[in-house]
C-alpha cells in the first residue's frame, strides 16, 4: 500500500470513528430520554388516579355536610295559617373554608435514570460470560476434535454442526417453555451462541479440512447469515449483530484468487439492504453502526487491491449504494423539518434515522474521495462523484428535510480537487464545471426556499469563488493564465456581475436583519473577491495584498449603502487574509523561503521589492476603509475599525520605511540627510493623517498609532539629525544651494509636520498626551533652529563635500547673531499671536545667545575689554527680563481703572393717599 493509500485509508478511519462517536451518543442519549418519559408517564398517571379518588372522597364529605339535619319534633313551632309561605332565598356562595381545593402543583421532573450496577452484575453480565463461555466450549470441542483424530473429520464438521442446532434448540426450548426469570436475555445468548458455532462449521468445512470447495462454504456463510438475521427477528438485536459481522467478513474468509469486483458489490449490497431492512422493521438504529462499518472496512479493502481500485463503474455503485439504502430505510425519520446548522449537528433533531443517514453520506462521499486518491484521480469515480452530489441535491429538492446532505459532499468535492495531482486540463475544467453547476444549483435551489438564506448564500458564494480559482490556479495554472489574463479577468468580473444581480434581484427579500446581513455578507464577500482576482490577473500576479486590502475597500463603499454584519464579518475575514499574505511574503526575506515553491504564485518572494504593493497602497485603502465603516456605523464598527487601523498604520509605517529607505541602507555616512530626507517626512505625514483622523473621528486606536508613530519618529530624529550636529560638524553631505537645499526636506517640512502634530496634541484634554504635544512642539522649535545652524554652515563651507571643516571668527558671530534673530523672531511671533509657548521657548535662545556672544565670541578679550564685555552681559541679562516682564508678560504698564458702578437711583417715598374732604 503506497503512501496516498495509506492516507486515504487514515481518512476513512477517522471519518468512521466520528461516526462511529456521534451515533453511540445519540443512541445513549435516546435511551436515556425514554426512560425519561416512561418514568414521567408512570408518575402523571399515578397522580391522576390518586387526585380523582380523593376528589370522589372530599365531594361525599361537602355532602353530607350541607344536608339539613332534622329538628326534633318538640322544638318544631307550626306557623300561623295567614303567614305568607317564605320565598325561597338564593343559595349562598360557600365560604372561603368551603372552597374547591386547588389542583396540586406538577410533580417534579424524574431523576435521571443512573446505571443500575447491581442489576447489570446479577442479571446482564451472567447472561452473557455463559454465551460467551458457550460460544468457547463449542470452539474447544472442535479444537478436541481436531487434535484428539477421535472423530473422522466429517464427523467433527457433523458435530459442530449439530452443537450449534443444539443451541438454538436450546433458545427456542428457554423462549417457548421457561417462564421466570430472565428468559429473553438467555435465549438471546444461546441463539448468538447458535450462530457463532455455525459460522465455525463452515469454516472448519472449508478451509480446515478442504470437505467443500471455497464457493459452497462462502454459499453456507451466506445461508449462515440469512439465518441470523431470520433468527434474530426472534431472539433479539444480538443475534442480528453476529450475522450481520459474519456476513461481512464471509467475503474476506473465503475468497481467494483475483477479487470480482461485480460479485462483490452485488453480495455487499444486498447485505446492506437486508442489514437496514431488519434495522428499519425492527427499530435496531443501534445496529446501523455495524452497517456503516462493514462497507468502510471493504472500501480500506478497495483501495488496497490493485484490481478493484481500478474498477471505476462498479466502485462508485457501491460507494452510491449505501447511502441510497439508508435513505430509503430511515425515511420515515425525516419527516419533520428544523434547521439545518445547529450546536447538535446537522438537524438539531438527534434521531437515530438522521444520525444513520449524515454517517453514511459522510462516509460516502470521503470515500470517493479516497477512491479518487488510490486511483490516480480517475475520471470514472469523478463521474460517480458527480452523479452522488446531483442525487443527493435532488433528494433535498424533493424532500426539504434532506437539503444538508449536500453539504459533506461538497466538502469532500473540494478536498478531492485540491489534492487532485497532475490535472488533464480538458478533464480538471469538465470536473470542475460540472460540480460547479450542481452545488451552485441546489444552493439557490435551497436560497429560493428562504429557509437559511445566510447558510445557502454563503455556500453558493463558496462554491463559485472556489470553483473559480480551483479552475484558475489548479488545473489552468498561473502561469498559463497569466498568457490569458484577459479572458480569465472577463470571466471573474462576470461572475461579480451576476453576484450583483442576486443581490439586486433577491438580497431585500430575505426577511430578518440577521439573515439578510449574511446574504450581504456572502454575496458581497465574493463580488468583491472576483474583482480583486480580475484586478490582480490585469495589473500583476503578486499583487495579491493588494488585492485583499482592495476588496475591504470595496466592502466598506458597500457598507455606507447597506450598513449589514455580515459586510463587516467579510472584511475581517479579508483583514486576516491580507496578514497572512504579509507573513508568507516576509518568509522570504533574507532568502529563506520557508514557504512552498508551488505557493510562489500567492506570495511575494522579497518584501522588500514590493513594498509598494505589499504596504503601501493597502495601508491607504485600509485607512480610508476604516474611515467609510467609521461614518457608516460608528457603534458597531468600533472594534473591527480599530484593528484595521492598527494594521493599516503598522503596514504604511513599515512600508514606507522599505520602500524609502531600506533601499539606501548601505549608503554611505554622508547621504544621510538624503536618506532623512526620504523617510522622515512621509513617517510623519502617517503620524499626522493618523492623529487627525483619530481624534476627529473617534478612533482611539489611530490615535494611539500616530502618536506612537509620531515619538519612533522624533527619537529617530534626535538620534541622527540633531545629536550629531554637536560634534561641530558631523561629515554630512548638504546637496544643493544655500538656501534651496536637502535641509527643506529633512528638517523643514518634517519640522511643519511636527507643529502640526504638536498643536493639535496640545488640544488634548488627558493631561499625558497634552504634556507630550507641548514636547513635541518644543523638538520642531529645535528641528527648525538646527536647519537653520546647517544652512549657515553650509553657505560658509559652500563647495565642500561635507559639513567637516575649520571655522572663522565671522562664521561664530553669524551663529550668535542667526541665534538671537531666531529667539527675538519667537519672541514677537509669541507677542503677536499670544503663544505663550513661543514666548517661554524664546528666552532661552536669547539667553543661549547672550551667553555665547559674551562668553565664546567674546573669549580673546583681556584686560579691560574682558571686564566690559561682562558688564556688557550683565546689562544684557537685565534688559531681556525688562523686556520680557514689560512686553510679554505687562509688568509695569500703567492700567485704565475700572469705571466704578453707577449710582442707584434713589427710593422715593410713596405719596399718602388724598384725604377726602368733610
Known sequence: MDDDAAAGIGVLVIALVVVAFVLGRRIRKLDQRVAQLTGALAARIERLEGTDRDAAVLSGIRLTETAPAPSPPSQQVAEPPGAPEAAAQPTPPPAPDEAVPAAPPPPPAPPRQRFDWERFVGLRLPVWLGAIALSVAGFFFVSYAIESGFFTPEMRVLSAAAASVLFLAGAEFVRRRVRSGNVAAIASALAAASIATAYATAYLATKTYGLVPSGAGFIITIGVSIAAIAVALAYGEAVALIGIVGGYLAPAIYGGGEANAPFLVIYLTALSAVTYAVIRFRSWWRLSFVGLIGPAFWGLVWVSSATLRHDYVWGSIFLIALPLIVAVASWPGWQEDGPVIGLRGFTAMRTPERGSLVGATILAAFGFAVFLD????????????????????????????????????????????????????????????????????????????????????????????????????????????????????????????????????????????????????????????????????????????????????????????????????????????????????????????????????????????????????????????????????????????????????????????????????????????????????????????????????????????????????????????????????????????????????????????????????????????????????????????????????????????????????SEYYAYSIATLVFGLGLLIGGVAFKHRGARAVSFFFVLAATVKVFLFDASELTGLWRVLSFLLMGLSFLGISWAYARFVFGIGTRKEPPPAPAAPPPLESPEPPPVPQG
Open 374 to 809: 488510490s486511483s490516480d484521480y480517475a475520471i470514472g469515480y469523478w463521474q460517480g462523484l458527480i452523479v452522488f452530489a446531483a442525487a443527493t441535491i435532488a433528494l433535498g429538492f424533493v424532500s426539504p428535510p434532506h437539503r444538508a446532505l449536500q453539504l459533506p459532499i461538497l466538502i469532500a468535492s473540494g478536498v478531492a480537487l485540491l489534492l487532485w495531482r497532475n490535472v488533464d486540463p480538458v478533464a480538471g475544467f469538465i470536473v470542475t464545471g460540472l460540480l460547479a453547476v450542481v452545488f451552485g444549483f441546489g444552493a439557490l435551489d435551497q436560497f429560493r426556499r428562504m429557509r437559511e438564506p445566510g447558510l445557502w448564500a454563503g455556500v453558493h458564494a463558496i462554491v463559485a469563488v472556489f470553483m473559480f480559482s480551483v479552475a484558475l490556479f489548479k488545473v489552468e495554472g498561473w502561469g498559463d493564465a497569466i498568457a490569458n489574463r484577459h479572458l480569465w479577468a472577463l470571466g471573474a468580473l462576470a461572475l461579480a456581475a451576476g453576484f450583483i444581480v442576486l443581490l439586486r434581484l433577491f438580497a431585500e427579500r430575505v426577511e430578518g436583519e440577521l439573515e439578510r446581513s449574511q446574504v450581504y455578507a456572502a454575496w458581497g464577500g465574493a463580488v468583491t473577491t472576483l474583482v480583486s482576482l480580475a484586478v490582480v490577473l490585469e495589473l500583476d500576479p503578486l499583487y495579491f495584498p493588494a488585492a485583499a486590502a482592495l476588496a475591504i475597500l470595496g466592502l466598506a463603499a458597500v457598507h455606507m449603502r447597506a450598513p449589514v454584519r455580515g459586510l463587516r464579518i467579510v472584511a475581517a475575514i479579508y483583514l486576516a487574509i491580507y496578514g497572512l499574505l504579509l507573513l508568507g511574503a516576509f518568509s522570504y526575506a533574507d532568502g529563506l523561503a520557508y514557504t512552498p515553491e508551488y505557493m510562489s504564485y500567492v506570495f511575494v518572494r522579497d518584501a522588500s521589492d514590493h513594498a509598494l504593493a505589499l504596504l503601501v497602497i493597502p495601508g491607504i485603502a485600509l485607512l480610508a476603509a476604516g474611515t467609510m465603516f467609521q461614518i457608516s456605523r460608528p457603534a458597531e464598527t468600533k472594534s473591527l475599525v480599530a484593528v484595521i487601523d492598527i494594521v493599516a498604520i503598522i503596514a504604511e509605517a513599515i512600508g514606507l520605511f522599505y520602500l524609502l529607505a531600506l533601499p539606501y541602507g548601505n549608503s554611505r555616512w554622508s547621504d544621510t540627510l538624503v536618506l532623512a530626507a526620504r523617510i522622515a517626512a512621509p513617517e510623519l505625514a502617517v503620524a499626522a493623517v493618523a492623529v487627525y483622523v483619530g481624534r476627529r473621528f473617534d478612533r482611539q486606536a489611530a490615535y494611539t498609532g500616530g502618536i506612537i508613530l509620531t515619538g519612533v519618529t522624533v527619537l529617530a530624529m534626535l538620534a541622527v539629525l540633531i545629536l550629531p550636529l554637536l560634534q561641530f560638524w558631523p561629515p554630512y553631505a548638504v546637496p544643493g544651494t544655500v538656501i534651496i537645499n536637502v535641509t527643506l526636506v529633512a528638517y523643514g517640512v518634517p519640522a511643519l509636520l511636527l507643529y502640526f502634530i504638536g498643536w493639535y496634541l496640545r488640544q488634548e484634554t488627558r493631561r499625558g498626551i497634552r504634556l507630550f504635544g507641548i514636547a513635541v512642539s518644543i523638538f520642531a522649535v529645535v528641528v527648525t533652529y538646527a536647519m537653520l545652524m546647517i544652512d549657515i554652515r553650509h553657505a560658509y563651507n559652500l563647495g565642500a563635500p561635507t559639513l567637516q571643516g575649520g571655522m572663522s571668527q
